[in-house]
C-alpha cells in the first residue's frame, strides 16, 4: 500500500513539474490577453497614447473630468467626427439631456443615435440592451451631470454583462463621468487640464492638443495587487 | 380556321422547351396524399340525393370502380375501398405545394388545370431539363404527391408526352424535336385527348398512331377533318404555340389556418403562429424572394377581426425573426374574444431595390437594429431616441429626432475608410483632417446644456458680469465675452422670445453660458 501510494505521490510531483511548465498562470494569461487586445486608434495622439495605442475594443474605458471644462465634450466630439469618417454608428446615451445639437459639426451626426436618459441606472439598462447590437462598435455614455452616488444604484452585475456584450461585438464604450463609475472599467483616464475662455474660438485639434490625461490606476492591477496583499 | 388556334410556324424555337407536370387524379390525391396509396379509395360527391364516384384511383379501378356509378355500386364491387368527400383546403394546399415544387425549377409557370402545371424552360440548359424533371418528381413524391412529366418543344407536345409518360406508367417522357415522328409513332390517338368523334374518323381511315397522322398532309387534313383535324396536326407538328398565362407568386406568399377549436389563450396561438410563419417562409424562400411586411388577420368567435401589416425594416425570410415580429404585436394586443381562423400574408420584396452600395457603409442587421430601437423605446421613451438634425430656426438648441439612416452617405467618409473596405490596412483619422461638407466649421469646446436651466443672480458692474450665485454653481467672473443678442418668432403671437447670450469663466470652476431673458438670469450650460 504504501509502496503503491509512494509511486502515486511521485507521479503527482512529476505531473505537477510538467504542468507547471505547460500551463501559464492567471496573470500570464491577462498580460497576454492585454497586449492581443485589438485597440480602436482614435487619431488623438494623447488618448492613444495613454490607453496604449487607442481604445481598447471589448471593454469599457472611463474619461473623468472632475469639473466642467475640463475637455470631456471636445474628446467625445472627436470620437463621433473620427467614428462618422470611418462609417461607424455611434450610440450617444445621454444622461440628463444636455446634448447641443450646435456644438457638433453637422455631418457627424449622420451616424449618431441619441438616447436621453434620465438617469444613470436607466442609461445602463439602455446600454446592456444596446450592447447586444452588431450595428454599434462604439457607444458613448455621457454622465458628466451625474452625481457620483447616483452610479451606485447599478448593480454590479449589469456591469459585467455589459462588459461581456461588449467583448462579444468588439465594441467599444466609453463613459464620460465626473468620477470613477465601475470597477468593471479597465482603462480610466483623468482629464488634468482646463480649458479657458480663449479656448472657445480655437480649432479643436488646438484644444485636443493641449488636453492632458492621466491614466488612473487600472483595476486589474489594483485587484492583483489586493490579492497578492492578501 | 378559329381564332383560337394560333400558328407560329416562323423563327427557330429550336431552343423552346416546355415541361407539363401531370398530377393524376389530383382532387383524391391531394385527400389521400398523407394517408398512403395502397389501398383502393374514391372520392365520392354525397350532396346529392344518391352518392355518386367523382373519381377513383388504379387500384380501386382495377376493381371495377369508375366514375360516375353510385357510392354503394362500388363499395359492392371493391369492398375495401375507402371513401372519401372532396377537401377544396386539400386541394389548395396541394395545388401550392405543386407550384411551390415548380417554382424551384423555373420561374415561369401555368396553372393550366388542377393538378396540371406548364413549365416554360428557356430559362433552363435542354441538358439539364431531364435531371431537373427527375428531381422535382421525387421532391413531389416525398411529399405525397404522385405526378408525371412530359417534356416538349411546345406547351401542346410537352401534354402529350406527359400523357404518354402517364400511359406508359414512367416518370418523366421526353419527346424530343429529332425522335419526334418516331415517337409518336409509339402513341396511340387516345393519348391526343381529342374528341370522340375525330378518333372514329380516324380509325376509320386506319390511322392508329399518332405519328401516322402526323405524317400526313396538312391540305388534306384540312379538307377532310376541318378545324378539329388541323388543330391536332398542328400540335403534333410543334406548330401550334401558345403564351402561358404565368402564375403569380403572391399565390404562395399567403397561408390560412382555421381553428378546429377556438384559442382563448396566446400560447396556442403563437404556436400556430410559428408553424405557419415556418411553412411560409419555407415556400417563397423557394422562390428566391423574401418579405418586406407580415399582413395578419384574425378571425374571432364574435364575427370582429384584426387586421394588422407589420413592416420589415429589410427584406428576410428568418422565421425566428418574422415570429418575433408578429408575437411582439400579439403580446401588446388583447383578445376579447376567441380566435377562429388566422390568415397571413408575405408583401413580397424586390431584391433591385434592396441592392447596396458598393463602398457604403451602412447597418450590419437592420432587424436587430429595429428590435433594439423598440427595446430601448420601451426603457427611455418613444420621443427621446433619435439621430439629431437641426431644424431651420434660429433658437439656439432646437433639434429635430431622426430615424438613423440605414445606409451612410459615401461623401463623408475618409479615403483611409474606402481604402478599408477595399482591403487596405486602416490608417488612423484626424479628426480635424476631415472635410467639413455640411454645416458650419464648429470650433471651440462643446456646449452641455442644462435643460432647463438654472435660475441665477448676477452681480453686474457696468453691465457686465461680476460675480454669479446659483444652486449649480457660484463664483467670481474671471473672464468673459458678450453679449450676443438673438430673438425671434416675433410674428408668432406669444412665441417671441429675446435674449442676451454671455459666456463667462468662473474662478476655479470653468466657463459656464449665461443667459439674460430680460425677466431673469438663467446659467444654461456649460463648456467642456
Known sequence: MSVIGKSKSEALDSLRKQLGRQIKSGTVLLQEREQK?????????????????????????????????????????????????????????????????????????????????????????????????????????????????????????????????????????VIFARSEVTSATKHRLELVSRLALDDLHQERETILSRTRFQPLRRVVEEQEEQLRVG | MRNAIREDQVGDHALSGYAVVWCRDFRLQAVKRRRGSGEPAALVDDTQRQSIVLCCNALAARSGVEPGIPTVQALARCPQLQVDRPSPAAELAAARMLLEGAFGWVPGIEETG????????????????????????????????????????????????????????IEVWHLRREERLGKLDQLPLIIAETGANLNDKLRLWGLQTLGAFARLRREEVAARLGDEGVELWLRLTGRLRRPLRLAKLEQLFEAHHDFDYEVRERDPLLFVVQRVLEQLAGRVAQTGRAATAVHFLLTFADGACHAKRLALPEPTLDPGLLFRLVSGHLDAFEMKAAVVALRLRFEPSDPVASQKTLFGAGLKNRHHYEETLKRLRKIVGNDRIGSPRPVDSHRPGLFDKAPLPAELSDSHRSSQARQRDCGRPARPILPGALSQGAGPPVTGPTLRKYPLGFRTSVQLRDGIPLRVESSRVSGVVTAWAGPWKSGGDWWHQGQ???????????????????VETGREWLLEGYYD
Request: overall charge negative.
Open chain 1, 37 to 173: 487586445t485589438i485597440r480602436l486608434v482614435t487619431g488623438l495622439d494623447g488618448l492613444n497614447a495613454s490607453l496604449g495605442g487607442g481604445l481598447p475594443q471589448g471593454q469599457l474605458t472611463e474619461i473623468i473630468g472632475r469639473g466642467p471644462s475640463r475637455g470631456g465634450g471636445v474628446i467625445m466630439a472627436a470620437l463621433l467626427s473620427g467614428a462618422r469618417s470611418e462609417g461607424r454608428y455611434v450610440m450617444l446615451l445621454d444622461i440628463g439631456a444636455g446634448f447641443s445639437i450646435g456644438s457638433f459639426p453637422e455631418k457627424d451626426l449622420e451616424s449618431l443615435l441619441w438616447v436621453s436618459c434620465d438617469s444613470a441606472r436607466q442609461a445602463v439598462e439602455a446600454l446592456d440592451v444596446a450592447t447586444r447590437d452588431e450595428n454599434f462598435p462604439l457607444f458613448l455614455l455621457d454622465g458628466r451631470d451625474c452625481d457620483p452616488s447616483d452610479w451606485n444604484s447599478v448593480r454590479a452585475q449589469q456591469w459585467y454583462r455589459i462588459l461581456n456584450q461588449l467583448r462579444q461585438r468588439e465594441a467599444v464604450a
Open chain 2, 496 to 514: 417671441q422670445w429675446e435674449r442676451r447670450e454671455w459666456d463667462v469663466e468662473l474662478l476655479n470652476q470653468g466657463i459656464f453660458r449665461l
Open chain 2, 114 to 169: 388542377p393538378g396540371i402545371l406548364t413549365l416554360d424552360l428557356a430559362t433552363e440548359p435542354p441538358a439539364q431539363w431531364h435531371e431537373s424533371a427527375s428531381r422535382l418528381h421525387d421532391r413531389l413524391a416525398a411529399l405525397g404527391l404522385e405526378v408525371v412529366i412530359g417534356l416538349g418543344e411546345t406547351p401542346a407536345l410537352a401534354r402529350l408526352a406527359a400523357q404518354a409518360a402517364l400511359h406508359a406508367g
